[in-house]
């Protein structure tokens, strides 16, 4: 990156003599340091101490440096800088928490130990390329096409969709794949648990895709300002692609912890040229089609992923697709109150605050209410739920004595 910043610069919107991703390869180096000690962290499941050390490597690590930074007049630099100084923070903060032993071998030592990782990882560095590219060749089109300031406001409205999905996606991915690689052997609890993360994060998502379609006005004027107003349809086209945005990471979980890695670059390669195609095509209605031409490629995606995923059971597309529908009569219910509600209050001129508030609250009351009145369905969800309720210390110890014994 160091070497090709001034090629790559320019197909990014930055100036071939800037020095932005030059100083950026310096996380390059810093997240393959900090690699083992974030992969051991996730295989113990010791999430409260990776949560320890990301909170205040973002909150002081990254605000508080760009921040004060971009205060004293450092301009753009002051976010690559504090990029820089929340991954060193993050590499640090692990190591100390792992102390993992990081002696060197020789030579043939470390070769031979590393031949079985190198075949997986580089597979999965594959298939991360694909995925960086399908994560971002939207981005790529819409600045050669139609020009940055198209991408200030598509990248605002792909960022108010990514945030609830990575929100739910990512911690599923974190918690789902490490588990998953525990019983990878036994297809059938593994199918079973698929089914079931599947089902909870349909059961999540899908009320909150019709809350954030219907309430989008408000959110972007609270969020982002009443000058913003064009990120509006967009980010109502992403959020009703909110559930295969997310569903497919546990797919992905799926792929890792099987070892089918080589199956999972190469569609994620297939994604990367779906996402490509399609905002090119969607680039002739702006950028509202190339919302849509994502959209298309990230359901097309999902049912890829899920089909791959029906490897390991016969059936499995068709569990997984009826453990969404259970979730449709309360994204149904949320919708019918939701949406007049809004409309009234709009009409009637009340803040926007109020209007987000209020129909925020009632969309999640009733969606809650189906939820109760359908808990027998849903009664494994809630089971995987009720285990992140804090419980009493000493009945945390009891479980882990007797877990130990």
């Given at each position: 990156?160091?070497?090709?910043?001034?090629?790559i610069?320019p197909?990014?919107?930055?100036p071939?003599d800037?020095?932005?991703?030059?100083?950026?390869s310096?996380?390059l180096?810093?997240g393959?340091v900090?690699?083992?000690?974030?992969?051991?962290?996730?295989r113990d499941m010791?999430f409260?101490?990776?949560?320890?050390?990301?909170l205040?490597s973002?909150?002081?690590g990254?605000?508080?440096t760009?921040?004060?930074l971009?205060?004293f007049?450092?301009?753009?630099?002051?976010?690559?800088?504090?990029?820089?100084t929340?991954?060193l923070m993050?590499?640090?903060g692990?190591y100390?928490?792992?102390?993992?032993?990081?002696?060197p071998?020789?030579?043939r030592?470390?070769?031979?130990r590393?031949?079985?990782?190198?075949r997986?990882g580089?597979a999965?560095?594959?298939?991360?390329v694909?995925?960086?590219?399908?994560n971002n060749?939207?981005?790529?089109?819409?600045t050669?096409?139609l020009?940055?300031?198209?991408?200030?406001i598509?990248?605002?409205?792909?960022q108010?969709?990514?945030?609830?999905a990575?929100?739910?996606?990512?911690?599923?991915d974190?918690?789902?794949?490490?588990?998953?690689?525990?019983i990878?052997?036994?297809?059938?609890?593994?199918?079973?648990?698929?089914?079931?993360?599947?089902?909870l994060?349909?059961?999540l998502?899908?009320?909150?895709s019709v809350?954030?379609?219907?309430?989008a006005?408000?959110i972007v004027?609270?969020?982002?300002?009443?000058n913003?107003?064009a990120?509006?349809?967009p980010?109502q086209i992403?959020a009703a692609?909110l559930?295969?945005?997310?569903?497919?990471?546990i797919?992905?979980?799926?792929?890792?912890?099987?070892?089918?890695?080589?199956?999972?670059?190469l569609?994620?390669?297939?994604?990367?040229?779906?996402?490509?195609?399609?905002?090119?095509?969607?680039?002739?209605?702006?950028?509202?089609?190339?919302?849509?031409?994502?959209s298309?490629?990230i359901v097309?995606?999902?049912?890829?992923?899920l089909?791959?995923?029906?490897?390991?059971k016969?059936?499995?597309v068709g569990?997984?697709?009826?453990?969404?529908?259970k979730?449709?009569?309360?994204?149904?219910a949320?919708?019918a109150?939701?949406?007049?509600?809004a409309?009234?209050?709009?009409?009637?001129g009340?803040p926007?605050f109020?209007?987000?508030?209020?129909?925020?609250?009632?969309?999640?009351l009733?969606?809650?209410l189906?939820?109760?009145?359908?808990?027998?369905m849903?009664a494994?969800?809630?089971?995987v739920?009720?285990?992140?309720?804090?419980?009493?210390?000493?009945?945390?110890?009891?479980a882990?004595?007797?877990?130990?014994?």
């Amino acid at each position: 990156m160091f070497a090709a910043a001034p090629l790559i610069g320019p197909l990014v919107g930055l100036p071939a003599d800037s020095s932005y991703l030059q100083i950026l390869s310096i996380v390059l180096v810093l997240g393959g340091v900090n690699g083992v000690a974030s992969g051991l962290l996730q295989r113990d499941m010791r999430f409260r101490a990776i949560t320890l050390v990301d909170l205040p490597s973002y909150g002081i690590g990254y605000l508080g440096t760009a921040a004060t930074l971009a205060y004293f007049g450092a301009g753009t630099a002051a976010i690559v800088w504090g990029q820089v100084t929340q991954t060193l923070m993050t590499t640090v903060g692990y190591y100390a928490l792992v102390r993992h032993d990081v002696r060197p071998r020789r030579i043939r030592v470390m070769l031979a130990r590393g031949r079985r990782l190198f075949r997986f990882g580089s597979a999965y560095s594959v298939s991360q390329v694909g995925n960086w590219l399908a994560n971002n060749g939207d981005n790529l089109v819409i600045t050669s096409t139609l020009g940055a300031p198209a991408l200030g406001i598509y990248s605002r409205a792909y960022q108010l969709l990514v945030q609830p999905a990575t929100l739910i996606g990512g911690v599923a991915d974190k918690v789902v794949f490490p588990a998953m690689s525990r019983i990878q052997h036994d297809s059938r609890r593994l199918a079973h648990a698929f089914v079931r993360m599947n089902s909870l994060i349909a059961m999540l998502t899908l009320p909150a895709s019709v809350l954030i379609i219907v309430a989008a006005p408000e959110i972007v004027v609270i969020l982002l300002g009443p000058n913003w107003s064009a990120v509006t349809l967009p980010l109502q086209i992403f959020a009703a692609v909110l559930l295969p945005r997310t569903a497919y990471k546990i797919s992905g979980s799926l792929t890792r912890a099987t070892g089918a890695v080589v199956g999972g670059a190469l569609r994620q390669w297939i994604y990367a040229a779906f996402v490509v195609v399609g905002c090119l095509v969607g680039t002739r209605w702006g950028l509202a089609g190339v919302a849509a031409g994502t959209s298309v490629a990230i359901v097309v995606h999902t049912l890829v992923m899920l089909k791959f995923s029906s490897r390991i059971k016969r059936g499995l597309v068709g569990d997984v697709l009826r453990a969404y529908a259970k979730s449709l009569p309360a994204a149904a219910a949320t919708a019918a109150v939701c949406w007049p509600l809004a409309v009234w209050l709009r009409e009637s001129g009340v803040p926007a605050f109020v209007t987000l508030l209020v129909t925020s609250a009632a969309g999640l009351l009733m969606a809650g209410l189906v939820l109760l009145v359908m808990r027998r369905m849903f009664a494994e969800e809630l089971a995987v739920l009720a285990q992140f309720r804090p419980r009493k210390r000493s009945t945390s110890r009891a479980a882990a004595t007797a877990h130990a014994g």
